[in-house]
């Protein structure tokens, strides 16, 4: 099976290499911001996480998403 890079979420924790980066390649990046560096968020607009165990509540956001803009 090969998946598109639009179907492909990238977590990561530097923010310029890992979720602006992988935004551009195509995919949705995430910011993994475990020292919740406020003062770069604000030129970021991408999701943002503070730690690994918020990735549950991060992929219900993004299916409820999906599902809203499919309707």
């Not at 492909?8 to 195509?26: F, H, P, Q, S, V």
């Not at 770069?40 to 991408?46: A, K, L, T």
Request: proline fraction near 1%; charged fraction near 30%.
């Amino acid at each position: 099976m090969r998946e598109s890079t639009s179907d492909c979420i990238y977590i990561g924790d530097n923010l310029k290499l890992d979720a602006i980066g992988a935004t551009k390649a195509g995919m949705l990046g995430v910011w993994l911001d475990r020292g919740q560096r406020t003062s770069e968020i604000d030129f970021y607009d991408g999701d943002k996480i503070n730690s690994l165990s918020q990735i549950p509540a991060l992929l219900a956001k993004l299916t409820r998403d999906l599902h809203r803009m499919k309707r």
